[in-house]
C-alpha cells in the first residue's frame, strides 16, 4: 500500500507537469488517502512493523517531492521564472523540515506537535491545501501558502524545542 501510493503520487506529479491540475489535485489527495488506509490496514491486520513504519515515513517523503515539484512544474508553466521555483523550494524545504523536526522531538517528548499550531503543517493539512489550491487554479499561490505555512510551524517547533530542551 505504501508503494501504491507513490504511485498515485507520481502519477499526480504527471497531471501537474501536463497541466491536468484537476486531475492531479484529485490525485494527491488519493495518494493521501492511500497512505492513511495502509497505516489502518496494518494495524487491524496486525502486521504494524518498525521497518513498515519506517518504509512508509519514507514513501511519504518522496510522495511529498513528487507533489509538490509537480505543482511547482505546473506554477511555472512553460516561462520558469525563477520566483516560481524559489517558492517551490521553500515549500518543499518547509514540508521536510516539518517532518523532520517532529521526528526529531518525538525521541525526547512524544506529542510534543500534536496539538496547537505546531500542529497545522501536518501532512494531511498539506495535501489538503496542495488539492484545494490546485482545484481553485492557483499553482503558485498554493505554493506561497505551503512555503509560509511549513516554514512557519518549524520556527514556531524551534522556539517551543528549545523551551523543551532546555527545561523551561
Do not use: C
Not at 501510493?5 to 497541466?19: E, I, M, P, Q, T
Not at 506554477?75 to 518543499?92: C, K, M, N, Q, R
Not at 514540508?95 to 518525538?106: C, G, K, L, N, W
Not at 505555512?149 to 520556527?155: A, M, P, Q, R, Y
Amino acid at each position: 500500500m505504501s508503494v501504491a501510493s507513490l504511485l498515485v503520487a507520481l502519477a499526480a506529479f504527471a497531471g501537474f507537469a501536463y497541466g491536468y491540475y484537476i486531475a492531479a489535485a484529485l490525485l494527491a489527495q488519493a495518494s493521501s488517502i492511500v497512505d492513511g488506509v495502509d497505516g489502518d490496514l496494518a494495524r487491524l491486520k496486525n502486521m504494524t512493523s518498525d521497518f513498515g513504519g519506517f518504509m512508509d515515513s519514507v514513501l511519504d517523503r518522496y510522495a511529498d517531492a513528487l507533489i509538490i515539484m509537480g505543482l511547482t512544474v505546473w506554477a511555472a508553466g512553460g516561462d520558469s521564472p525563477a520566483h516560481v521555483w524559489i517558492t517551490g523550494f521553500l515549500a518543499l524545504a518547509g514540508t521536510f523540515a516539518v517532518t523532520y523536526t517532529r521526528a526529531r522531538i518525538e525521541s525526547v517528548q512524544p506529542g510534543s506537535f500534536d496539538r496547537g499550531f505546531t500542529f497545522a503543517a501536518s501532512r494531511d493539512v498539506r495535501i489538503f491545501l496542495v488539492m484545494i489550491g490546485a482545484l481553485a487554479g492557483q499553482g503558485f499561490a498554493t505554493l506561497i501558502v505551503l512555503a509560509a505555512l511549513t516554514n512557519g510551524v518549524v520556527l514556531l517547533r524551534i522556539f517551543t524545542a528549545r523551551r523543551i530542551l532546555k527545561g523551561a
